[in-house]
């Protein structure tokens, strides 16, 4: 692979290093930006590394055997991610999620889960913790992530038929040792479980009924993924897109639904009942029906960058304060500078205005 393809981990992908206000006023616990979105969801990549490749997120055509992951030492460390985690929180924030990369091959992660569960808002309420992940470790690690703190989890599977699952995972992993996993998930007390689909046209979209069917009346909630534009390196086509109101029919047609109020503002999956009371579903339609007006979502990278926007072009890197002698006073004004001019609308500006920007990777931001 040439160099081109593979980019020096140090200037993997641009970023300023924030300014910081010569005064620093003290977190309110509350943060708008320009659109008046709250900061109120931090996600964080522990690791740009994963044990698949699926063909959306990381295909071995770019994240083959010599591709270069970020060295150890540019990894905010668990004490960073904490300290980060605590500025974070006197700013509004009150849900962590841990993602990657897939964030349960970072080595003793569950002790980072642990130092995570011990940080709370400014009231001294425990943060909303929980992780993304592909399931293939949660029957080894589930009961240990929930006694270091951590509460729910979300698990990534793209199909049932196992045939089309190993395809798309393209390393040949069982779906059986998922399902393994997420039984494992919720004897331990990791619940609500979800389960997150990304549908793509022609390769897994007949698996939309009977993903339903398996799930339907489990307890656990499923939630169809639109495929998304996020990164380079995924081959991404509108043709290939399914329309959350066509996976919306599809179900209807066999297993009757109906809208659900959300949950909360900015929840970013639209809520689905089976009217008979088997449970729900959510669809995630970033592609057809953008929800960026509600996003509250920051993202930081395992790197310490971050970024306000999954399909953002650059970040700011935070790394660079806390290793260059700045206090928790000093960080959290730069967080509050960036945050309070934050305009990104991506999914909303979506067309070809937007083609050929060099987006962030989804296994280096965070799903």
Request: hydrophobic share 40%; aromatic share 6%.
């Amino acid at each position: 692979m040439s160099e081109r393809n593979v980019p020096n981990a140090d200037r993997r992908y641009a970023a300023a290093v924030p300014e910081v206000p010569d005064r620093p006023q003290a977190p309110t616990g509350r943060l708008t930006d320009r659109r008046g979105r709250r900061l109120h969801d931090l996600r964080i990549s522990v690791t740009d590394r994963c044990n698949f490749r699926c063909t959306y997120c990381m295909p071995k055509a770019v994240f083959g055997t010599d591709y270069a992951f970020l060295p150890q030492a540019s990894l905010l460390t668990f004490e960073e991610i904490t300290r980060l985690a605590r500025v974070f929180a006197a700013h509004g924030v009150e849900k962590l999620r841990l993602t990657g990369g897939e964030p349960l091959v970072r080595r003793d992660v569950e002790r980072l889960i642990g130092m995570l569960a011990a940080v709370t808002t400014p009231n001294g309420v425990p943060l909303d913790l929980t992780l993304t992940t592909n399931g293939s470790l949660l029957a080894r690690k589930a009961r240990a992530l929930r006694e270091v703190g951590l509460q729910r989890v979300t698990v990534s599977l793209d199909a049932l038929d196992d045939k089309i699952f190993r395809a798309m995972n393209d390393v040949d992993f069982p779906v059986a040792d998922v399902l393994a996993g997420i039984d494992a998930a919720e004897a331990a007390g990791l619940q609500p479980i979800k389960i997150n689909m990304v549908v793509k046209r022609g390769v897994n979209d007949h698996e939309i009924v009977p993903m339903a069917r398996h799930f339907r009346g489990s307890g656990r909630i499923l939630r169809f993924i639109e495929f998304m534009d996020v990164g380079a390196s995924n081959g991404w086509r509108m043709n290939d897109v399914v329309p959350s109101a066509e996976i919306a029919r599809r179900i209807g047609e066999v297993f009757p639904i109906e809208p659900v109020e959300p949950n909360y503002q900015g929840e970013v999956a639209e809520r689905w009942r089976y009217l008979d009371g088997q449970g729900e579903v959510g669809l995630i339609s970033s592609v057809t029906q953008p929800f960026c007006g509600g996003c509250t979502r920051a993202r930081l990278s395992t790197e310490g960058k971050l970024f306000t926007c999954l399909f953002a072009t650059a970040g700011k890197d935070l790394r660079a304060l806390l290793r260059g002698g700045f206090d928790d006073a000093q960080i959290a004004a730069a967080i509050g500078a960036i945050w309070s001019v934050r305009d990104d609308r991506y999914s909303e500006l979506r067309s070809a205005a937007t083609t050929g920007l060099r987006k962030i990777e989804m296994s280096y931001i965070g799903g």
